[in-house]
């Protein structure tokens, strides 16, 4: 579907918006540009994060600052051993009419209805409670005693994980790690930054962020992307970087197949062109390129790559992979170019 007059308009607006936002995002949280663009892109796409960085780096904050600044309704689960699945969901509640006597259920929703979830080190709960959310994270709804129940859109999970501290821990199953667009590594800041940080937040009290853009809104700019026209050669380069990732596809280069269990399935390509479009619109274009696809594939491809144990004996990351991976899978050239676009 073209993209229509008013909604050119809508993209010409997009950077200076976008700029507003890091403003705001930025009076409350010191650097991290790169993983703020990231969040933004998946909150455009209308999909979903897993946030990864030691304690004291402000994923919190700045998940809290994000929802302060879109305006949306903002709710926290401290994920711990014991929490259960309709902790996160809601139950039903038997309850009882003061007059009439009569009993019926009542549905008590869980903090999962929101429109901004953080899903604090989601990690430290059983597999059973983590996947109470996988429903709500691919379909928008819950389903409690054979009632479903719709979701308040947009609707945002940001998880946050701690990469060092792995006793009490329960690795995510493969198909929730899969419902989320994004692995963000989150990084110490840089001298310079962190000085800033410690002087602000030592003398300054708090800056209040303020409200740029509402629900109504960011659902718009959701719709936009998903309109904004891709040529075939991205799709076909995108494609081709999710399919390299196979060991057992034909095209999957030598070090993958010595390296990786398991590759990624077609979602990881679907997010790379979302993420590329989103990408191009934070940049005031609605031209996708290639170099788009290439800029979100770090963290659209990080989880979704299973190495063996022919990597960990050889001490290959997964990020190294993916540098490799980027280096030698080839952009298509003008043979592969078909005439028509596609949308």
Request: aromatic share 6%; with cysteine.
């Amino acid at each position: 579907m073209p993209v229509e007059e008013s909604e050119i308009e809508m993209v010409s607006r997009f950077r200076e918006t976008y700029d507003a936002l890091l403003r705001e995002i930025h009076r409350v949280i010191i650097g991290q540009d790169a993983v703020i663009e990231e969040l933004l892109i998946a909150l455009f796409c209308r999909a979903h994060c897993l946030i990864v960085g030691v304690p004291g780096l402000a994923k919190t904050l700045l998940v809290r600052t994000l929802s302060q600044i879109l305006d949306l309704h903002f709710n926290r689960i401290q994920f711990t051993p014991d929490l259960m699945p309709s902790d996160i969901i809601g139950t039903d509640v038997l309850e009882e009419d003061a007059e009439t006597r009569v009993r019926s259920f009542k549905f008590i929703k869980g903090p999962v209805f929101t429109n901004l979830l953080l899903a604090d080190e989601i990690n430290r709960t059983p597999p059973k409670t983590q996947s109470a959310l996988l429903e709500a994270m691919q379909e928008y709804r819950v389903t409690v005693g054979g009632v479903t129940y719709d979701l308040s859109l947009p609707f945002f999970v940001l998880a946050t994980q701690n990469p060092i501290e792995q006793e009490g821990t329960y690795p995510l199953p493969e198909a929730q790690l899969d419902r989320f667009m994004f692995n963000i590594m989150i990084d110490y800041p840089s001298e310079a930054e962190e000085m800033n940080i410690v002087g602000r937040t030592t003398y300054e009290e708090p800056a209040v962020p303020s409200k740029i853009m509402d629900s109504s809104t960011i659902l718009e700019l959701q719709r936009l992307v998903r309109k904004i026209p891709v040529s075939p050669h991205v799709i076909m380069y995108a494609t081709r970087l999710a399919r390299a990732t196979r060991p057992k596809a034909s095209e999957s280069p030598d070090f993958i197949k010595n390296w990786v269990s398991w590759g990624c399935g077609p979602r990881a390509a679907q997010y790379l062109i979302l993420g590329a479009k989103a990408k191009a619109l934070l940049g005031g274009r609605v031209n996708v390129s290639t170099r788009d696809a290439r800029s979100v594939a770090p963290s659209v491809l990080r989880h979704r790559l299973i190495t063996n144990f022919n990597a960990d004996a050889e001490g290959v990351s997964v990020e190294s992979i993916i540098t490799r991976l980027l280096e030698e899978v080839p952009e298509p050239d003008e043979k592969d170019y078909p005439a028509k676009k596609m949308t």
